[in-house]
């Protein structure tokens, strides 16, 4: 089994930058997707950004796209997302998730085995 824990989240004007971890332990993988997605009350699940454990490929949505940045720690088993120039509508509960078929498809929910239980990130005007 695969647990993770997502930290970082918090209160923050617009315009600020916040930085979330989300850290993997359990079973190792050499083929792995992990992945943010946020969901805010009365809106679906959306992705937001996500990076392949082996090579290092990163795909965006065009809502974060410019603004944020997703990188990896290969060794503290750790996905980082870097949020800079937040913005009222970055406000959501962020969900980092894992896929460990290396799906082809990291921008689907259903994509991926594992869940974090969320961090809260709220973003004041």
């Known amino acids: 089994q695969v647990q993770l824990v997502e930290s970082g989240g918090g209160l923050v004007q617009a315009g600020g930058s916040l930085r979330l971890s989300c850290a993997a332990s359990?079973?190792?993988?050499?083929?792995?997707?992990m992945g943010w997605f946020r969901q805010s009350p009365g809106k679906e699940r959306e992705f937001v950004a996500a990076i392949r454990w082996s090579g290092g490929s990163t795909y965006y949505s065009n809502s974060v796209k410019g603004r944020f940045t997703i990188s990896r720690d290969n060794a503290k088993n750790t996905i980082y997302l870097q949020m800079n120039s937040l913005k009222p509508e970055d406000t959501a509960v962020y969900y980092c998730?894992?896929?460990?078929?290396?799906?082809?498809?990291?921008?689907?929910?259903?994509?991926?085995?594992?869940w974090g239980q969320g961090t809260q990130v709220t973003v004041s005007s």
């Open positions: 998730a894992a896929d460990i078929n290396n799906s082809a498809y990291p921008s689907e929910p259903g994509t991926y085995d594992y």
């Open positions: 359990g079973r190792t993988f050499s083929r792995y997707v």
